[in-house]
């Protein structure tokens, strides 16, 4: 378009205006609920032929027996027919992801068949040479196939092509539409033949996935460097591995109507109370949603107090903490597409752990731990009690360092509370904006940040230097706290704290650690009160603040009223000379 | 019967009965004793002790007649639909009349020492709030936030007696019976009403699994006070000397105001004070829950919760209502604390005696 074209085009108004910009809702139009209902109309048409079918063949399989009535199904043994309604159910031609590939299976007579499978969910290696070659190729090298022989005339039929024509490891009969539906979209190929109202399906699951990687925020120095990926399967293999127990049970559950997302339910049998599996599975077999795409989502669903500021269960990477807690008695749940494993029930306490508490030697474990919870103290309160101090227990403070701080709060022209806000506003900034740049640069670019205006602030005297190191030590210690979603309750609670001192000194302070105690102390997760072992004091206390030495574990923790409450023996090192003699001996001698 | 409103264990159940009856050391409460029994004001506290535990006998027999009950159906039961609400009603009258005083105390007591600037009434609605929002999370909250913060609470001002003792005379503790063998038996057998409140645990004595706990609980509560209460006022004497520890409304927190430990660690009774806020919440959240669900029981209600934010209005302009401090412990020391025994002692008396007369309770309600 030349220039002269462009500009009669804005000149002309009948031109440039548009008379009817595209808009989701228009007035006078029909809303979009009742578009669906004439679209699902076809739906419905569909499902209500498949279910007369079923009733009718049911009403003809009842005197064959129970064997009968459930191989009945509502496939015609039409393979034209058979293919139209999955075409309809799929929304063919217009959807492109279904392929549909027909073919004749070699025998004698050929026999028409289609494998129909989703494209990009499917190995086409498995396709090509594991169901197509011995289908088209190869099945007529077997002289019983149809080929009226020694043994007289053999019909087809797929419980043959089940048993001696299809190499494929994991192939299952199928009767109707639905179950058809769902074994291609969890990427299986499904086989349908000519005069035969039942279809096979083949396992050639393939999704795309990345390969097991190392864990984004469950570091650690010592210990296992392998994570969860998106891939269900993967991630319970990777549990697996660490438990090589057939009382390991994974249950399959399937969420979402439209996501139909696998929900892995893991346990070990012979530890995890029932009552626990059954309640998990009943809150997850409860949901009623469209799509659930994700552990935090479906987390969300389950967990006792979604209100709650510090998470209910506690999220994983780590398949080692995942076979950990499963050895425990607790029940992991893994989420197909989500790299995160949902463990319940938990404590408070549990959240502040890492798994490298048990790979180092007790006493550096004990003394992460402490580290762990002054960091937390520090995060919750420092600013809290600095802001108290500053405004009405000056008195509190040695004279030397009070003066010092008064002199270099005399040039800042904002009260203190203003600078520590604008301070923790600037660092929350800097944390945000260091997750979202690209690896490479972004420690760099957090580190500058936060130097260049740390220095700048106070050079500028905007904010003085005690307030930079306040901000600085509760920055650090907020990074120390291993549970990332504890850390943002953490960062709420503080300043929940930061205004109560603000208004009333360490009385608002002492009011707001009440009033969060009681808000933690009644939240429960999966029956198991958060605050336990501490209150309520549920048996030993060893395993809290302390990191007691791996061969003094022998029990697993009262509050989850384990099947088995033995861990290991009563005493582990008996090769030690220094090793106590066990109860059991003492009673005897 | 209330609905679930969690359980009570021994072990919490001791805690909640030294974390109520202790809160009362940071107030005026040793005072009392050192007027009571000047140098043997710690003899007025072994009495009152062994009072107190005293006390708890007919509140205990009545649990163990009547387990899994708390006090509303209790008094339902033995006394009828007409005559037991009444004395119920009695009950949580005196218990919500001590949550208002202790709410009057304690703002007092803030006032003087950390905030002078401040009103009154800031403090008091934001207690009261507190208090509300705990009542309403329930006993087994109040309880297990107890239990984390009583080590916190008992600690601290543990910390401030023995940082105390290097002042400590012990020529100051003489004479050694004090006032005399009388008044020391008879004040600490008054004083035995501190623990009055200890009737909480018969309100809420459905949350009790079994009634040997509510009495364990009760008894080892009751006795923890009491060694706390003998330290503190053996300090206080010997440190202060009886005439000026008499006049001492404020015990723990002028201890603490004495400590110097080098110049760095210096003036920590500001820190005193944040346990000293975290003990009245604790006692206000008891007390005001107490209050509401044995007022639902004598009203009949099903739930105590609708009655918390009433009963939380009204605490305030209740504690505003005392002309100054010394006219709230007036009332405290010479009514409230004297109806105490017909509270802790008298109702739960005459209840197990009209259990008794009208075969009530026993071998059918036993576990």
């Known amino acids: 378009m030349s220039i002269w074209q462009s500009l009669k085009r804005l000149l002309d108004p009948s031109r440039s205006l548009v008379n009817q910009p595209f808009s989701l809702g228009n007035r006078g139009e029909k809303p979009a609920s009742e578009e669906l209902g004439t679209e699902m109309l076809s739906d419905a048409r569909l499902r209500t032929e498949n279910l007369l079918t079923r009733i009718d063949r049911l009403v003809e399989a009842a005197p064959q027996g129970k064997e009968a009535l459930e191989k009945t199904g509502d496939l015609s043994d039409d393979l034209e027919q058979n293919l139209k309604r999955l075409k309809e159910l799929f929304r063919l031609p217009e959807n492109k992801d279904l392929v549909i590939r027909e073919f004749a299976v070699a025998t004698q007579p050929p026999t028409p068949a289609a494998v129909c499978f989703m494209e990009g969910l499917t190995d086409k290696g498995i396709i090509n040479d594991n169901i197509l070659q011995p289908l088209m190729l190869l099945s007529h090298l077997d002289h019983h196939v149809g080929d009226g022989g020694e043994n007289g005339p053999s019909s087809f039929s797929t419980d043959m092509v089940l048993k001696r024509l299809l190499p494929g490891n994991q192939s299952t009969p199928l009767y109707d539409l639905a179950s058809v539906a769902d074994s291609l979209l969890s990427g299986d190929s499904v086989l349908l033949f000519a005069g035969s109202r039942v279809a096979v399906a083949v396992e050639t699951k393939s999704p795309p996935s990345r390969s097991v990687g190392t864990p984004e925020t469950e570091r650690v120095i010592w210990g296992p460097h392998d994570a969860f990926t998106e891939a269900f399967r993967v991630n319970a293999a990777l549990v697996r591995r660490r438990l090589k127990d057939p009382r390991v049970v994974t249950e399959i559950l399937t969420v979402g109507e439209v996501s139909k997302t696998f929900v892995g339910v893991m346990y070990i049998d012979t530890i995890a109370t029932p009552k626990l599996v059954a309640e998990v599975k009943r809150r997850i077999q409860a949901i009623k949603v469209d799509v659930v795409n994700s552990s935090s989502v479906l987390d969300q669903y389950i967990e006792d107090n979604p209100n709650s500021i510090l998470p209910g269960t506690l999220m994983t990477e780590r398949p080692d903490r995942t076979a950990a807690y499963l050895s425990e008695g607790h029940v992991a749940i893994l989420v197909d597409t989500s790299p995160h494993a949902i463990i319940c029930p938990i404590t408070f306490w549990s959240l502040l752990q890492t798994s490298e508490d048990y790979y180092l030697r007790y006493p550096l474990g004990t003394i992460l731990r402490w580290i762990r919870l002054t960091a937390i103290i520090l995060s919750l309160s420092l600013p809290a009690l600095y802001i108290a101090i500053i405004y009405y227990h000056q008195e509190m403070i040695p004279t030397e360092l009070m003066l010092f701080i008064a002199s270099t709060r005399e040039m800042v022209p904002m009260p203190a509370v203003a600078e520590l806000l604008l301070m923790d506003i600037v660092f929350e900034l800097i944390r945000e904006a260091g997750t979202r740049i690209p690896n490479v640069i972004g420690p760099t670019v957090g580190l500058v940040a936060s130097l260049v205006l740390g220095q700048a602030a106070v050079e500028a005297k905007i904010v003085s230097p005690v307030m930079i190191l306040v901000v600085a030590v509760t920055g650090l210690a907020s990074f120390a706290i291993p549970n990332y979603l504890v850390g943002f309750g953490v960062r709420i609670m503080r300043f929940f704290l930061l205004a109560l001192a603000t208004v009333m000194g360490f009385y608002g302070v002492a009011l707001g650690i009440f009033l969060l105690l009681v808000l933690l102390a009644a939240e429960r997760s999966f029956g198991v009160p958060y605050l336990t072992p501490l209150a309520p004091a549920r048996g030993k206390l060893v395993d809290l603040l302390l990191r007691p030495p791996l061969y003094r574990m022998e029990e697993r923790p009262g509050y989850m009223h384990t099947l088995n409450r033995q861990r290991q023996k009563e005493i582990v090192r008996s090769w030690d000379p220094m090793a106590p003699a066990p109860k059991s001996d003492e009673k005897g001698g | 019967m209330q609905p679930y409103d969690g359980h009570i264990g021994v072990q919490e159940g001791v805690i909640l009965v030294f974390a109520l009856l202790s809160a009362m050391l940071f107030l005026q409460y ?109 006993l087994e909250s109040i309880a297990r936030a107890t239990q984390i913060l009583l080590p916190l609470i008992a600690g601290g001002s543990l910390l401030v007696l023995l940082f105390s003792l290097p002042r400590l005379d012990v020529s100051l503790l003489y004479p050694f019976w004090g006032h005399g063998g009388v008044p020391t038996l008879m004040g600490g057998l008054y004083y035995s009403s501190m623990a009055a409140d200890v009737v909480v645990i018969l309100a809420v004595g459905y949350a009790f699994r079994d009634p040997g706990h509510l009495r364990t609980s009760g008894m080892v509560g009751t006795l923890l006070f009491g060694l706390g209460a003998i330290a503190v006022v053996f300090v206080l004497v010997g440190i202060f000397g009886a005439p000026i520890a008499s006049q001492n409304p404020f015990p723990l927190y002028n201890l603490a105001r004495l400590i110097y430990l080098g110049r760095f660690l210096q003036r920590t009774e500001s820190v005193i004070v944040m346990f000293w806020v975290l003990a009245a919440l604790v006692r206000i959240s008891v007390l005001l829950h107490a209050s509401a669900v044995t007022l639902s029981g004598a009203l009949g209600l099903p739930q105590y919760r609708p009655l918390l934010f009433p009963l939380a209005v009204l605490l305030i302009p209740l504690a505003l209502l005392p002309q100054d401090f010394l006219t709230s412990l007036r009332i405290d020391r010479d009514v409230i604390r004297p109806l105490g025994f017909v509270a802790v002692l008298a109702i739960p008396l005459l209840l197990w005696l009209l259990a008794l007369l009208r075969r009530k309770g026993g071998k059918r309600h036993a576990t």
């Open chain 2, 30 to 138: 040793p005072q009392f004793l050192v007027e009571v029994g000047g140098p043997a004001g710690w003899q007025v506290a072994l009495i009152m002790t062994l009072g107190a535990m005293l006390l708890l006998v007919p509140a205990s027999a009545l649990a163990r007649r009547f387990p899994g009950m708390g006090l509303a159906e209790i008094s339902r039961e033995a006394a009828g639909s007409v005559v037991g609400p009444l004395l119920t009603l009695l009950v949580s009258l005196w218990l919500f009349a001590s949550c208002v005083l202790t709410l009057r105390s304690f703002t007092e007591t803030f006032i003087t020492t950390i905030l002078p600037d401040t009103p009154p009434s800031p403090l008091m609605i934001s207690a009261a709030l507190c208090a509300l929002f705990a009542s309403y999370k329930g």
